[in-house]
């Protein structure tokens, strides 16, 4: 077989099929959309204004649920001045997290697309009753809002219960007693439970938390769910209902428009054992939030979501919403593979392994740079001190690489806790510089110095450091992962350029200019 004929046919139909595959997905995302009937695409936007009294200050907004009738198929952020953190912390599961880079005033708008159908044709939440002995200790604890233990709770629930032996029964009579004698009320209502019960009236906060803590004076697991009544409004407020467990399920309650067992289809969740939609740390003060509904046509080329398919396996927009930023950082890896490919193979640039620098920018794209920056030259310095030592007794390869990744990690935490201490804002993602690859390169740096010389390993690093740069820059770029995103098909134009690439067998700029006093006429 011929390379000179089979490489530019290999290319030929590589570019046909990346065509052909974008020609068809673009006729389908362009195509008329075909919503079933009682389908309808809203959107619920967050807005947000805050002042931070220092950097690191966190903001934490609640990201909507998909549930069996409503799915959430995209969502926006508009930072302004904010970062959005890659990572969420235990604390904040299910949250976006924002952070203040530094102190001053911030503002951000989130906005989420809704696809609500009729149908049901989405899985909801998980509701069995696993739960741990954590987990069954917050759902009976008392709370400032939720007084299981006042006597108001508990004399009301022995009036309730009185002759009562069934926890169905008993939570029964208790979700009616609070949607039949505990009035509506807004201005001046109470919202916590002891209030709500000793005045008979009280907001939709007041009636939650007043089945909250009679479930929960009655050993029966109960918890606050928080979320929006999906319809028009310019000026929506967050919405809290109950959900409890009686058995081995969850429940859903709300006894101000007296659903059992279940909500509405139209009611959204975005918070579970929680009110607070957008909250703020501790150094977040003068938060003001706004929120509305709206109904939005559907966008360009969103495909029939409620008639599920096997083709939708080949729609990355699909995957839930948390999913998309690193999808997108993913594709756009081989487009550092090519970027990597032409400076090595064309320009000539030398570099520490072939694929270094596209690793060090993948984790430099999970930091604040300036972070990622300072824990790589520490580490580094570090490492290479650390390495001429070692090289006195004389070790074998693995266990002293084994040592230098011993060091690199303790360098690593400990740069996070000092960045801590000053609040420079470190992320907590610093540990994802890969802590291998930092400690072959500061062998390879030692040794490429004892072999060759100096001045010849810096130039490596530079080298590395410079396309690990420029692919950094490729990675961020949000529009190209947007687009590769939506159609990943476009990689065979990437892999056509790199079978090009591959059989290159010109000379590397960078050795034009080296020998260029050759070319030179006498």
């Known amino acids: 077989m011929n390379p000179r004929r089979t490489t530019p046919r290999a290319v030929v139909v590589l570019l046909v099929i990346g065509a052909a595959c974008v020609a068809v997905r673009m006729r389908f995302r362009h195509q008329e959309e075909r919503l079933a009937p009682g389908d309808s695409i809203w959107q619920l936007t967050y807005k947000a204004r805050l002042h931070a009294r220092k950097a690191n200050a966190k903001l934490y907004a609640a990201s909507p649920e998909t549930t069996k009738n409503c799915r959430v198929f995209e969502h926006r952020i508009e930072e302004s001045g904010l970062t959005l953190e890659a990572r ?23 906005q989420f697309g809704l696809h609500v159908s009729d149908q049901g044709e989405w ?18 604890q008392v709370e400032k809002s939720v007084q299981v233990s006042d006597a108001a709770v508990t004399a009301t629930l022995e009036r309730l219960t009185e002759g009562l032996s069934s926890r169905d029964e008993i939570l029964e009579r208790l979700v009616e007693y609070c949607n039949s004698d505990i009035m509506p009320a807004r201005e001046g209502a109470p919202r916590d439970a002891v209030g709500a019960l000793e005045q008979g009236k009280a907001s939709a906060l007041g009636h ?34 109950v959900e409890a467990m009686p058995g081995k399920h969850w429940d859903a309650y709300d006894p101000v428009y007296g659903y059992k067992h279940e909500v ?6 975005v918070r579970r054992d929680g009110v607070g939609v957008v909250r703020g740390s501790e150094d977040v003060t003068d938060l003001l939030t706004e929120y509305s509904i709206a109904r939005v046509p559907p966008p360009p080329g969103m495909f029939d979501l409620t008639r599920p398919s ?14 998309h930023e690193p999808m997108r ?76 990744l011993t060091l690199v990690v303790v360098c690593m935490v400990f740069g996070v806790a000092v960045e801590h201490y000053f609040a420079w804002t470190p992320t907590g ?94």
């Open 310 to 323: 096997a083709l939708q396996i080949l729609d990355l927009k699909q995957l839930p919403v948390n999913l």
């Open 208 to 241: 939650a938390r007043a089945l909250v803590a009679l479930c929960r004076a009655a050993k029966i697991p109960a918890r606050l769910v928080t979320g929006f009544e999906i319809r028009s409004d310019s000026s929506a407020h967050p919405h809290t209902w």
């Open 123 to 140: 899985s909801p939440e998980r509701r069995d009753g696993k739960m741990t002995a954590k987990d069954r200790e917050r759902c009976l």
């Open 429 to 522: 993602e610093t540990v994802l510089l890969p802590m291998v690859i930092l400690t072959m390169l500061v062998e390879r740096f030692y040794v490429t110095t004892e072999e060759d010389s100096m001045r010849f390993s810096l130039q490596l690093l530079a080298g590395t450091m410079g396309l690990g740069f420029i692919v950094y820059l490729l990675l961020n770029w949000k529009a190209v992962g947007e687009l590769v995103l939506v159609y990943p098909e476009l990689h065979c134009f990437t892999v056509a350029v790199l079978v090009l690439i591959g059989r290159y067998t010109g000379y590397r700029w960078s050795e034009l200019w080296r020998f260029r006093d050759m070319g030179a006429k006498p």
């Open 88 to 110: 969420r912390p235990k604390h904040a599961a299910g949250d976006i997290v924002l952070s203040a880079p530094k102190a001053g005033q911030f503002e951000v708008k989130l």
């Open 329 to 404: 950082i993913i594709l756009l890896m081989p487009l550092g593979a090519l970027v990597t490919a032409v400076f090595r193979t064309i320009i000539g640039l030398r570099t520490f392994g072939t694929f270094t620098p596209t690793l060090l920018a993948l984790a430099f794209v999970f930091n604040e740079w300036r972070t990622g920056l300072v824990v790589f030259v520490t580490v580094l310095v570090i490492g290479l001190v650390s390495r001429s030592l070692l090289d006195r007794l004389k070790l074998l390869l693995v266990p002293r690489l084994g040592i230098i």
């Open 264 to 269: 509405g289809h139209h009611f959204l969740p």
